[in-house]
Each structure stands twice: as C-alpha cells, then as structure tokens.
C-alpha cells in the first residue's frame, strides 16, 4: 500500500505540492493509509508514512531521490525501512476492508525536523 501511494508522484515537482496533488488520489487508495511525512535533505527526500490495516500497524520511512545515472526528472527509491507492528486487538478484516468513510485531511508544515505533514483523518459511517 504504500508503494503505490509514493507511486502517484513519481517526480519531484509532485512531491513540493503534495498538499495539492494528494487530493487526486482515489479515496480507497487512503484507506490503510493514517499520515504521511516529508522532509528533504539535501537532493533527496525523506518520506514516512504510518499505515495499519485489521491485523498490524506499520511506520515504514523512504529514502526518494534522482536515479543520476538517468537523465529523466523520475525519483527512485534508494533505501526502505520497514516497522510493523501486530494490533494487541485484530478487526474482522471484511469489516475492515468495506467501510464506508468520508476523508479529510490535516496539512502541518514544518514541524520538527518535518517539513510537511498530511494526517489523513477518517470518518467511519
């Protein structure tokens, strides 16, 4: 799930308008998906996003930047670390997986050592 969140911006430009561009993801593409953190260093990008579903939760942290061995403007993914932890209390995975919600999302920016924050906070019906 998360790579195919970071896959909606394959290139920089996406990335410094995120606040913008997040709002052109289909909603279900969100579900699993809780906040998201962006911070650059030097030419490379630091994205963390927390995730969970009805079993675990995960804060898992991309390193983003150019391939410069490739004369596009497309970012690749340099380094991964991945932190999943199980729930002490497991949902039924259905009801998990098919509830309605309304989305709204929360945009911070730099806080700490994180320059922009989007919390994707959902309503269940």
Do not use: C
Not at 33 to 62: P, R
């Amino acid at each position: 799930m998360d790579f195919r969140l970071i896959g909606y911006f394959p290139k920089k430009e996406q990335w410094n308008l995120i606040s913008e561009q997040i709002k052109n993801i289909p909603i279900d593409s969100l579900r699993y998906v809780d906040s998201l953190d962006v911070s650059q260093l030097g030419d490379s990008l630091y994205v963390k996003v927390y995730t969970q579903n009805y079993l675990y939760q995960s804060k898992n942290v991309y390193t983003i930047a150019k391939d410069v061995k490739n004369l596009t403007d497309t970012l690749k993914i340099y380094n991964i670390y991945i932190d999943l932890v199980m729930k002490d209390f497991i949902h039924d995975s259905e009801t998990f997986r098919t509830k309605n919600y309304t989305l709204n999302y929360i945009y911070k920016e730099n806080i700490d050592k994180i320059d922009k924050r989007i919390i994707f906070n959902k309503i269940y019906h």
